[in-house]
């Protein structure tokens, strides 16, 4: 497995990460098993992937259960990122709290639930512009001080509120939404970004040595050769509520697809791959959080580091999605 580090940590990172949202249950999930995630993630590791990024609100609490039960005998050879700054309610309603009460309790129930005394990298999942980041980083600087926590991350965060946040403490990564289809996207699941990837954070990480762990690497299945148009998903699936996958520019994106697809053949990979290596390719890019529900996927998205991704591949990728820019790009 190739690997990566950056200077502003001096941990390293597996280029292909796992990211265990999937694992949260098949409640969020269509065809998620908790005996195929635990397989899955120890498949990972003998593969070589080192990186797990998880978060309490992937199946309220679930997810975080399961990686701990997977890694259990493995925790002293991987780095685990979770998060922290969404909490739910007893109806599921989620609601952005960065408060220091909350974040305390948040931590260690992650810990609990992760069965480790220590999180490597712990991140603000979102914003919350009701508590101010002094605040939030005067409560994490005080983990950090305790062992609880190794680093601070941020995640969905602006170049701006970056800058305020590192008047108050050391901040390690940076995770955003980056994909082939998703360049500077402005919105998730109807959630304004107040960032845009490509032309502001892949810059801001590499000038700080920043890390930077793109998320939804394969447009949520869309990148994938599996992904069906009609019937992907069951309703109560958290990827029915993207309107990229449901709304108008839907057809747009599906025959960008059919025009990567037709590219993956030639070269003969799977698209998944070509997507997952595009981002490796990526110099700013240090691990890419991949979801896996069995050891199939696992072992397809390991596969992604094993082969090189040329200029010329680049290029042809840049003149597929050249005549969609407009959406590509803003959407």
Not at 166 to 193: A, K
Request: proline residues 5%; charged residues 20%.
């Amino acid at each position: 497995m190739k690997m990566k580090s950056v200077t502003a940590t001096d941990l390293e990172f597996s280029a292909v990460g796992f990211g265990c949202w999937a694992a949260g249950g098949s409640a969020i999930w269509t065809g998620t098993d908790d005996a195929n995630s635990i397989q899955a993630i120890r498949r990972a590791i003998e593969l070589g992937i080192t990186f797990f990024d998880v978060a309490p609100v992937y199946g309220f609490g679930h997810a975080e259960t399961i990686l701990g039960q997977a890694l259990r005998g493995q925790r002293q050879n991987v780095v685990i990122a979770t998060k922290c700054g969404l909490s739910w309610d007893a109806g599921g309603t989620i609601t952005n709290d960065l408060k220091p009460a909350t974040i305390e309790r948040e931590i260690d129930d992650s810990l609990r639930r992760l069965n480790t005394d220590y999180v490597d990298i712990y991140q603000i999942h979102w914003p919350d512009p009701a508590t101010p980041i002094a605040m939030t980083m005067e409560t994490l600087n005080k983990l950090k001080s305790a062992g609880k926590i190794r680093h601070i991350g941020v995640s969905n965060f602006s170049v701006a509120l970056m800058d305020e946040t590192r008047q108050y403490g050391e901040i390690v990564s940076h995770q955003g939404l980056y994909n082939l289809l998703e360049r500077n996207p402005i919105q998730y699941h109807n959630i304004p970004l107040e960032y845009r990837t490509e032309d502001e954070i892949l810059p801001y990480c590499r000038r700080h040595g920043l890390a930077f762990f793109p998320y939804s690497p394969l447009f949520q299945g869309l990148l994938t050769d599996q992904f069906r148009v009609q019937n992907q998903f069951d309703a109560h699936d958290v990827r029915s509520a993207n309107p990229k996958l449901n709304g108008k520019l839907f057809e747009t994106y599906y025959q960008i697809r059919a025009e990567l697809l037709a590219f993956a053949a030639k070269i003969g990979k799977p698209l998944s791959q070509v997507a997952i290596n595009w981002l490796i390719h990526q110099e700013a890019v240090t691990s890419v959080i991949c979801g896996a529900q069995t050891v199939a996927h696992v072992e397809e998205n390991a596969a992604s580091a094993s082969w090189d991704f040329t200029p010329e591949m680049a290029a042809a990728i840049e003149r597929i999605l050249q005549p969609y820019h407009d959406p590509v790009y803003t959407a």
